[in-house]
């Protein structure tokens, strides 16, 4: 079966029209079957118990004192402590249980007789189980004596502070703050377990898992898991089918001339995008250091191998966890931006032989721009989480979201960043964008950078007053959508470029690879985002959409695999091919890619998998496996392509490079494989048990078996700093062997540019 590119670009362009017409819709339906806020809440006698208003200021709580990044709502966010929703529907049930008990059998619940005991689940569970009709919410006076409980609750775990959750003093700066974030707490609580009108399950599609409250999984989420594993068969055997039988050619060295690294000239801009590589790497050794000390905080909860003995003061006031998180989300996606950054202005001259005029100067003016805003999001997140900043918390120091952390003003930083890159970039490719069509190589690249900035825009679509269930809407679609969206589309066609500037492909035959796997990309990550709606308030109609999209999303990852494959064999055919560390790292990238993002992704997102799985640490092994292993190792395979290029090749020396890359690639094995997924499937057996609250409670992360598992990953995660130093290291040392620059190099002297300007 041949394609022309002609034909895949108009498919291309049908599927975003589709995306765009189901996306668009979902953001409408978001809108009105998002749960209510009500006006009041009001007890039996019609008193208020919460405004609406303090609703919406829990939420502001919430966001500003970065509880996100210390447990999760709606199972989203960190895991180190209780998910809010799963934690307020637990003590609300535990509470209206006692005070059942009292009323009736005037005795605490634990001591009654187990058929008593029996009559008060059922009382609790007739409570929970009502239907909203519109206006205020009516408490029984069960229920008001339970929310008033909660409150007295978190006030004492998070403004007084809990080092045994550690959770530091002060964590929320004053008891009505804290009394708020239960009110909004509650608040998920309610509609978790209330069934919206007409229907038979509550808002969240009855999540959290809890048996007490009469939540349990829905028929939809086992029918739709059943369907998903027939379309995982027939998704997988498609994509094989697919790769074999469209013709699309292998990268190969024969017939061709693969260029020495001493044949190509080296331009004032590629030094200055260059400059991007130990700014990177700066941060990327932050996060692996602040990755550690997260791990070992799951371990001793406020203390770091007895230092506060040592100085009297526990490290969990002076740096907690919900800020560590937040710097070591920001500084992975940082790290790996900047690298792509650099990496998307390096490549064009290698392409074009063209060198606009002062591009070196922008470009050192683009990285300065990317300090300026990294220095400014990581410190204005401490000092907005320290109420430093007042009412501006959220536009100057953090936002308080997993992913965009940032305040808003950091947010447009990046955002016009982003832009800057794409300008220079087109500064770049306007010779090869002139004659190409617009569905041509360099055109993919723009797609590809510019997708990535047009989801971030997404994330302006609300503020801290917006309904939790529309927030987290428009917050997976930046973060989602950029995972296995934009960032698989910028694999393919970044990686495709590297090809032919390598001459391993024609331009052309590249532009039809990376066309094909951009189209499987965007037809099913793009709505597969849907997967993420299915316990946060949304609709139930995102369970069938979510469950065939999240499937068929295993189709390009096939196809990134199978291409990882090919071109290991191209690297390996040629027994002198010179790039072969950069290949090692694009190898590694793809298989990491199906094993994190493909494997492990499928697997937790069945539907009834989900269900009790969401948010527990196999999404952590999920996560990491994926962002580092795929995203990342991309970054440091062009970084390792980018240096061989600009040093004297007679001073060209890759063992430390190797070594980082064994060091990674185990250490990310043990962690995922050794730790990180046991403990997930322990979380998930005690869920199964129990109930969800169960498998997130610090009771479960203190059982001898986990705490084993936790220092289990000591190894991997040693492994992983130890290679990033080591990355560090060589860094310092190539930066004194790097070639001069050409001062005015021309078309002539880039060896490269025959797989550009010939034709197939």
């Keep these: ?6 034909t895949i670009a108009k498919v291309i ?10 996306m668009g819709g979902g953001a409408w339906f978001a809108y009105q079957e998002a749960p209510p806020i009500p006006d009041q809440v009001v007890g039996p006698d019609g008193e208020t118990v919460v405004t609406d208003q303090e609703i919406r200021d829990g939420k502001k ?30 003590l609300k049930t535990q509470y209206m249980r006692s005070y059942y008990a009292q009323e009736r059998y005037g005795a605490a619940y634990d001591s009654l007789p187990t058929g008593e005991r029996a009559a008060v689940d059922e009382v609790v569970k007739q409570d929970l189980d009502g239907e909203y009709g519109g206006g205020d919410i009516e408490y029984s ?9 909660v409150r007295e609750e978190y006030v004492e775990r998070y403004h007084e502070g809990s080092h045994e959750r550690g959770v530091p003093e002060g964590m929320i700066d004053s008891e009505e703050d804290a009394r708020q974030f239960a009110d909004f707490a509650m608040w998920t609580a309610w509609f978790s377990h209330t069934d919206r009108p007409g229907g038979d399950h509550s808002y969240t599609n009855e999540w959290p898992y809890a048996p007490g409250a009469g939540n349990d999984a829905t028929a939809a989420a086992m029918t739709w898991s059943v369907i998903a594993m027939v379309l995982l068969v027939a998704g997988a055997g498609f994509g094989i089918w697919l790769y074999r039988s469209v013709r699309l050619p292998e990268p190969s060295a024969d017939g061709l001339s693969v260029p020495e690294p001493g044949d190509v000239s080296v331009f004032p801009s590629q030094r200055s995008a260059l400059r991007f590589v130990p700014v990177a790497a700066g941060l990327f050794l932050a996060q692996v250091l602040l990755g550690g000390l997260l791990a070992h905080f799951y371990i001793e909860r406020a203390g770091f191998f007895g230092i506060e003995e040592v100085f009297g003061v526990h490290i969990l006031q002076i740096l907690p966890f919900s800020i560590a998180k937040t710097w070591h989300i920001d500084l992975g996606i ?13 490549l064009p001259p290698l392409l074009t032989g063209h060198e606009p005029k002062n591009q070196s100067t922008y470009i050192d003016g683009l990285l300065a721009a990317v300090v300026v805003v990294t220095v400014g999001g990581l410190g204005g ?45 087109i500064r770049g490719l306007k010779p090869l964008l002139d004659r190409e069509p617009v569905y041509g190589l360099a055109h993919m690249i723009l797609y590809a950078g510019g997708s990535i900035a047009l989801l971030f825009t997404a994330g302006f679509f609300f503020t801290p007053e917006t309904n939790i269930a529309v927030t987290e809407f428009w917050r997976w679609w930046v973060v989602h959508m ?12 970044i990686v495709g470029l590297t090809l032919v ?51 068929l999303e295993l189709i390009p990852l096939v196809f990134i695999l199978y291409e990882a494959l090919g071109q290991y064999g191209a690297m390996t055919e040629s027994g002198d091919f010179p790039y072969k560390i950069p290949f090692m790292f694009i190898v590694a990238s793809g298989v990491w890619n199906f094993v994190g993002a493909g494997v492990l992704g499928f697997f937790i997102n069945l539907p009834l998998i989900n269900y009790y799985e969401h948010g527990t640490y196999l999404t952590v092994g999920h996560a990491h496996a994926a962002m580092f292993g795929a995203f990342g190792f991309l970054a440091l395979g062009m970084v390792s392509y980018m240096l061989q290029l600009s040093i004297e090749p007679e001073r060209w020396d890759g063992s430390w490079l190797r070594a980082s890359f064994w060091c990674w690639n185990v250490g990310l094995g043990l962690m995922v494989f050794v730790s990180v997924l046991p403990v997930g499937f322990l979380q998930l057996e005690a869920i199964f048990t129990g109930s969800y609250a169960a498998g997130r409670s610090l009771a479960f992360y203190n059982q001898p078996i986990v705490q084993t598992l936790f220092w289990a990953r000591l190894p991997g995660d040693t492994l992983i700093i130890l290679g990033t130093a080591i990355y560090a290291a060589d860094l310092v040392r190539k930066r004194f062997v790097l070639r001069v620059s050409e001062d005015d190099p021309d078309v002539e002297d880039m060896a490269v540019a025959e797989g550009v300007l010939s034709d197939d």
Excluded at 13 to 22: E, I, K, R
Excluded at 393 to 411: D, I, M, P
Excluded at 518 to 544: E, F, Q
């Design 141 to 149: 006076a069960a229920e008001l004596y339970a929310h008033e409980q």
């Design 501 to 551: 500037s390598m001459n391993l492909l024609r331009r052309r035959s590249a532009e039809k690879a990376v066309m094909l796997q951009a189209l499987l990309v965007m037809s099913t990550g793009v709505i597969g985002v849907s997967h993420h709606y299915w316990w946060v308030g949304m609709p139930d109609m995102w369970v069938p959409i979510g469950s065939v999209f999240s499937t």
């Design 334 to 346: 940082l790290w790996i931006a900047a690298t792509w950054l650099g990496a998307g202005l390096y």
């Design 482 to 493: 950029w995972v296995e969206g934009a960032f698989e589309f910028f694999i393919v066609a």
């Design 1 to 6: 079966m041949r394609l022309t590119r002609k």
């Design 61 to 90: 709580a919430f966001q500003k004192h970065g509880l996100m990044n210390h447990g999760s709502i709606l199972g989203n966010g960190a895991y180190y402590g209780e998910d809010y929703t799963a934690d307020a529907l637990a």
């Design 381 to 425: 997140i401490w000092l907005g989480a320290n109420g430093y900043l007042g009412d501006l918390w959220w536009l100057l120091g953090n936002e308080g979201l997993e992913y965009l952390e940032v305040g808003k003003v950091w947010q447009f930083g990046l955002l016009a960043g982003f832009g800057t890159w794409a300008v220079l970039a």
């Design 13 to 22: 362009a049908v599927a975003f029209v589709f995306n765009l017409v189901v």
